[in-house]
């Protein structure tokens, strides 16, 4: 098997650039990851907002349905029988 010495060059390159620590790539990466940070933080403080807002519905919902009277829509079914005669 024999290798051209421009295909030993290409790899030889290659390595160079990959452990080049003040190169174009490694800027860009960090430019990257500083971005990504400040959209992860922004989408992390939205999904905490909307988890507050969904608790907050769910506590409404709760206690429209727990709520006494006309503001439920709902009967007590079980209250009737137990009453005493007099109450009648």
Same mark, same amino acid.
């Given at each position: 098997?024999?290798?051209?010495?421009? *295909?030993?060059? @290409?790899?030889?390159?290659?390595?160079?650039?990959?452990? @080049?620590?003040? *190169?174009?790539?490694?800027?860009?990466?960090?430019?990257?990851?500083?971005?990504? +940070?400040?959209?992860?933080? +922004? %989408?992390?403080?939205?999904?905490?907002?909307?988890? +507050?807002?969904?608790?907050?519905?769910? =506590?409404?919902?709760?206690?429209?349905?727990?709520?006494? *009277? @006309?503001?439920? *829509? =709902? +009967?007590?079914?079980? @209250?009737?029988? %137990?009453?005493?005669? =007099?109450?009648?």
């Amino acid at each position: 098997m024999t290798t051209s010495l421009a *295909g030993s060059d @290409d790899w030889r390159i290659t390595c160079s650039k990959a452990n @080049d620590k003040t *190169g174009e790539a490694v800027s860009k990466y960090r430019s990257a990851l500083a971005s990504e +940070k400040v959209r992860s933080k +922004k %989408f992390e403080s939205e999904l905490n907002r909307k988890e +507050k807002a969904l608790a907050e519905t769910y =506590t409404l919902l709760e206690l429209l349905r727990k709520s006494p *009277g @006309d503001l439920s *829509g =709902t +009967k007590r079914s079980n @209250d009737l029988p %137990f009453r005493s005669p =007099t109450c009648k």
